[in-house]
């Protein structure tokens, strides 16, 4: 197949491969590589740039690195809602999960859990102000299944209310990419989250693909949440060997 047929998606993974480790590039890196007439290359390092798969940086200087102030996140209106009730109670908390994620799905649900993280001895506090708000609050410590709340016709929107004594990984009340990732892989391979999990890959995977991930952050993070040999292992899953795969799956078959 001919470079000039291929989508955007792996026309920047062609480019990403070619570089060998480099993340910015010129014009003339991505002619060579691509091998488009003059007025198609321009066309497609600008849909690249405007679809989130590289950063312009100056006249004909691109790169991989793209800062995550670039992306802006898209709440759902209920947290929306809660980020401006909250604000005006002065108290500490972060909105994190899908809410935060979304930006990175191609089909976004109209309603989800969301996920807010607030100071522990503010809890009550702050349940008490959603609630004359008309906020279902749920706190994180009366459930272990979402499957239970999901069949309650009365629940349409949810707030899991979780304590928290972080809140470096945070700011103007929203949570980082790699806070928020840990945040929903947890809640939906812990407590069944209403998200299919193939949902999350392809989160993760237009993450790695549109935004500067810190992997090391992201590990740091899960290991606050004692899951960070579950993010290990999906962050090292491509140097991970077709032998050591089948090496563990032996040792599964084993346990049985």
């Keep these: 197949m001919k470079p000039e047929k291929l989508s955007l998606e792996k026309k ?3 480019i990403k491969e070619k570089l060998k480790g480099r993340t910015s590039f ?5 002619r ?3 091998e488009e007439k003059e007025p198609t290359l321009y066309w497609t390092l600008s849909n690249l740039a405007r679809n989130g798969f590289i950063a ?6 691109y790169s991989f690195e793209i800062k995550e102030k670039e992306i802006n996140s898209i709440p759902s209106i209920l947290a929306q809602r809660i980020l401006k009730i909250l ?3 002065g108290q500490d908390f972060f909105i994190s999960g899908l809410d935060i994620l979304s930006i990175f799905m191609e089909h976004i649900p109209e309603t989800h859990p969301v996920l807010l993280f607030a100071n522990k001895y503010s809890l009550t506090e702050i349940s008490e102000t959603l609630s004359r708000n008309h906020i279902d609050v749920i706190n994180s410590s009366e459930l272990r299944d979402y499957s239970s709340f999901r069949q309650m016709a009365s629940i349409k929107e949810l707030t899991l209310l979780i304590p928290t004594r972080e809140f470096t990984y945070a700011e103007n009340g929203f949570a980082s990419f790699e806070k928020a990732f840990v945040d929903l892989y ?3 391979t812990r407590r069944n989250y209403p998200l299919p999990i193939q949902e999350l890959a392809r989160i993760y995977v237009n993450m790695k693909r549109r935004i500067s991930l810190n992997t090391n952050r992201l590990i740091k993070i899960a290991s606050r949440r004692n899951i960070h040999q579950d993010l290990r ?6 140097y991970i060997t077709e032998a050591a795969v089948k090496f563990v799956k032996i040792l599964e078959t084993g346990k049985g």
């Design 12 to 14: 920047a993974a062609l």
């Design 26 to 30: 010129t014009v003339s890196d991505a």
């Design 32 to 34: 060579n590589i691509l």
């Design 56 to 61: 312009r940086n100056g006249q004909g200087l």
């Design 87 to 89: 604000q005006e109670s």
């Design 186 to 188: 947890y809640e939906v």
């Design 233 to 238: 292992y999906i962050v090292e899953h491509d």
